[in-house]
Nanobody, 122 residues
Framework: QVLLVESGGGLVQAGGSLRLSCAASGRTFSSTAMGWFRQAPGKEREFVASITQGGAATDYADSVKGRFTISRDNAKNTVYLQMNSLKPDDTAVYYC???????????????WGQGTQVTVSS
């Protein structure tokens, strides 16, 4: 089991940037695939980005491709989500997730953080 704690959310104007962090503890972080998901009010949780254990491969939802960057620092047991050119549609609670393999499906991940709110004003 992996304990995940997100941070870095907040209120930002459209066009601005935020960097989310997710600190992990428990299982060996370097052997854990990581993902970011988000959930807006009244909507289902949706995939945002994922990164493989070593960081060599990443995947992004079309809606964030070119604006968001996922990265990880295995020495710090932390995964990041750099979000640029934010839009009001990016407003949601953002969750990090840990699993054995990367996937766009939430059910493929075993452990989840508590989430951090991102609000983008127009």
């Amino acid at each position: 089991q992996v304990l995940l704690v997100e941070s870095g959310g907040g209120l930002v104007q459209a066009g601005g940037s935020l960097r989310l962090s997710c600190a992990a503890s428990g299982r060996t972080f370097s052997s854990t695939a990581m993902g970011w998901f988000r959930q807006a009010p009244g909507k289902e949780r949706e995939f945002v980005a994922s990164i493989t254990q070593g960081g060599a491969a990443t995947d992004y939802a079309d809606s964030v491709k070119g604006r968001f960057t996922i990265s990880r620092d295995n020495a710090k047991n932390t995964v990041y989500l750099q979000m640029n050119s934010l839009k009001p549609d990016d407003t949601a609670v953002y969750y990090c997730a840990a699993g054995s393999i990367t996937s766009r499906r939430a059910r493929r991940y075993d452990d989840w953080g508590q989430g951090t709110q991102v609000t983008v004003s127009s």
